[in-house]
């Protein structure tokens, strides 16, 4: 199972800016949550991606 969680202050570029997914999700995109957010924790910080992943037991 794969998670991506997305903050970003200002959605629209984020969503302009975001084909960089295409370079990192080969088969399927995650799961996951995209919020604008008014602040994030480090002051001029733009956009914040929080990513789990795990891997299957054999």
């Not at 800016?17 to 399927?28: D, Q």
């Not at 602040?39 to 001029?44: E, R, V």
């Amino acid at each position: 199972m794969h998670a991506e969680n997305v903050y970003a202050t200002d959605m629209a570029s984020f969503i302009k800016a975001g084909s960089y997914r295409n370079s990192s999700y080969k088969k399927h995109f995650p799961t996951g949550t995209w919020l604008e957010v008014k602040g994030l924790a480090i002051p001029g910080q733009l956009i914040e991606i929080d990513r789990e992943a795990s891997k299957a037991r054999r």
